[in-house]
Nanobody, 119 residues
Framework: QVQLVESGGGLVQAGGSLRLSCAAS????????MGWYRQAPGKQRELVAT???????NYADSVKGRFTISRDNAKNTVYLQMNSLKPDDTAVYYC?????????????WGQGTQVTVSS
Protein backbone atom coordinates (compact mmCIF):
# COMPACT_ATOMS: atom_id res chain seq x y z
CA GLN A 1 0.00 0.00 0.00
CA VAL A 2 0.96 3.61 -0.58
CA GLN A 3 -0.18 6.55 1.50
CA LEU A 4 -0.22 10.06 0.03
CA VAL A 5 -0.18 13.32 1.97
CA GLU A 6 -0.78 16.53 0.08
CA SER A 7 -0.05 20.07 1.14
CA GLY A 8 0.19 23.57 -0.26
CA GLY A 9 -3.31 24.48 -1.36
CA GLY A 10 -5.00 27.72 -0.42
CA LEU A 11 -6.49 30.99 -1.58
CA VAL A 12 -4.59 33.22 -3.97
CA GLN A 13 -5.39 36.16 -6.20
CA ALA A 14 -5.33 35.84 -9.97
CA GLY A 15 -1.79 36.08 -11.25
CA GLY A 16 -0.37 34.62 -8.06
CA SER A 17 1.49 31.39 -7.40
CA LEU A 18 1.13 28.29 -5.28
CA ARG A 19 3.22 25.17 -4.84
CA LEU A 20 1.61 21.83 -4.11
CA SER A 21 3.49 18.91 -2.58
CA CYS A 22 2.56 15.27 -2.27
CA ALA A 23 4.65 12.88 -0.20
CA ALA A 24 4.27 9.14 -0.64
CA SER A 25 5.00 6.60 2.07
CA UNK A 26 4.62 2.86 2.50
CA UNK A 27 5.50 0.54 -0.37
CA UNK A 28 7.21 3.16 -2.50
CA UNK A 29 10.07 1.25 -4.10
CA UNK A 30 8.12 0.47 -7.27
CA UNK A 31 6.35 3.79 -7.74
CA UNK A 32 6.42 4.76 -11.40
CA UNK A 33 4.34 7.68 -12.66
CA MET A 34 3.27 10.50 -10.34
CA GLY A 35 0.92 13.30 -11.18
CA TRP A 36 -1.75 15.80 -10.37
CA TYR A 37 -5.41 15.89 -11.34
CA ARG A 38 -8.07 18.43 -10.47
CA GLN A 39 -11.82 18.57 -10.15
CA ALA A 40 -13.83 21.76 -10.23
CA PRO A 41 -17.42 21.91 -8.92
CA GLY A 42 -19.80 20.27 -11.36
CA LYS A 43 -17.00 19.03 -13.60
CA GLN A 44 -15.20 15.77 -14.11
CA ARG A 45 -11.76 15.15 -12.72
CA GLU A 46 -9.13 16.08 -15.28
CA LEU A 47 -5.42 15.54 -15.72
CA VAL A 48 -3.19 18.49 -14.89
CA ALA A 49 0.31 17.04 -15.22
CA THR A 50 2.21 13.78 -14.90
CA UNK A 51 5.86 12.89 -14.53
CA UNK A 52 7.56 9.56 -15.03
CA UNK A 53 10.22 8.15 -12.73
CA UNK A 54 12.79 9.22 -15.31
CA UNK A 55 11.46 12.76 -15.44
CA UNK A 56 9.37 12.79 -18.61
CA UNK A 57 6.47 15.20 -18.20
CA ASN A 58 3.03 15.66 -19.69
CA TYR A 59 0.75 18.67 -19.21
CA ALA A 60 -2.81 19.61 -19.96
CA ASP A 61 -2.95 22.29 -22.64
CA SER A 62 -4.67 24.65 -20.22
CA VAL A 63 -1.68 24.76 -17.87
CA LYS A 64 1.26 24.54 -20.27
CA GLY A 65 3.70 27.35 -19.69
CA ARG A 66 2.22 28.18 -16.29
CA PHE A 67 2.55 24.99 -14.23
CA THR A 68 5.66 22.89 -13.65
CA ILE A 69 5.64 19.37 -12.26
CA SER A 70 8.73 17.90 -10.64
CA ARG A 71 9.63 15.03 -8.33
CA ASP A 72 12.24 13.99 -5.84
CA ASN A 73 12.60 10.22 -6.08
CA ALA A 74 14.71 10.05 -2.93
CA LYS A 75 11.89 11.67 -0.97
CA ASN A 76 9.08 10.01 -2.93
CA THR A 77 7.56 13.45 -3.36
CA VAL A 78 5.95 15.15 -6.33
CA TYR A 79 5.51 18.90 -6.65
CA LEU A 80 3.35 21.19 -8.73
CA GLN A 81 4.51 24.76 -9.09
CA MET A 82 1.58 26.85 -10.29
CA ASN A 83 2.26 30.34 -11.62
CA SER A 84 0.04 32.93 -13.28
CA LEU A 85 -2.99 31.37 -11.67
CA LYS A 86 -6.42 32.07 -13.11
CA PRO A 87 -9.89 31.79 -11.57
CA ASP A 88 -10.48 28.82 -13.90
CA ASP A 89 -7.73 26.97 -12.01
CA THR A 90 -9.98 26.86 -8.95
CA ALA A 91 -10.51 23.20 -8.05
CA VAL A 92 -9.64 20.43 -5.66
CA TYR A 93 -6.24 19.11 -6.70
CA TYR A 94 -5.50 15.42 -6.25
CA CYS A 95 -2.14 13.72 -6.20
CA UNK A 96 -1.99 10.46 -8.15
CA UNK A 97 0.63 7.73 -7.98
CA UNK A 98 1.05 4.51 -9.92
CA UNK A 99 2.80 1.63 -8.24
CA UNK A 100 3.97 -1.34 -10.28
CA UNK A 101 3.23 -4.73 -8.79
CA UNK A 102 4.18 -7.68 -11.02
CA UNK A 103 1.99 -7.13 -14.11
CA UNK A 104 -0.39 -4.78 -12.33
CA UNK A 105 -0.54 -1.01 -12.05
CA UNK A 106 -2.00 0.03 -8.70
CA UNK A 107 -3.47 3.53 -8.58
CA UNK A 108 -3.39 5.64 -5.44
CA TRP A 109 -5.01 9.02 -4.80
CA GLY A 110 -4.39 11.71 -2.25
CA GLN A 111 -7.17 13.23 -0.18
CA GLY A 112 -7.24 16.39 -2.26
CA THR A 113 -6.25 19.96 -1.52
CA GLN A 114 -8.37 22.99 -2.36
CA VAL A 115 -6.96 25.69 -4.61
CA THR A 116 -9.06 28.84 -4.92
CA VAL A 117 -8.07 31.66 -7.25
CA SER A 118 -9.94 34.93 -6.78
CA SER A 119 -10.41 37.45 -9.56
Amino acid sequence: QVQLVESGGGLVQAGGSLRLSCAASGSTSTISDMGWYRQAPGKQRELVATISRGGSTNYADSVKGRFTISRDNAKNTVYLQMNSLKPDDTAVYYCHVVRLRLVYRDNYWGQGTQVTVSS
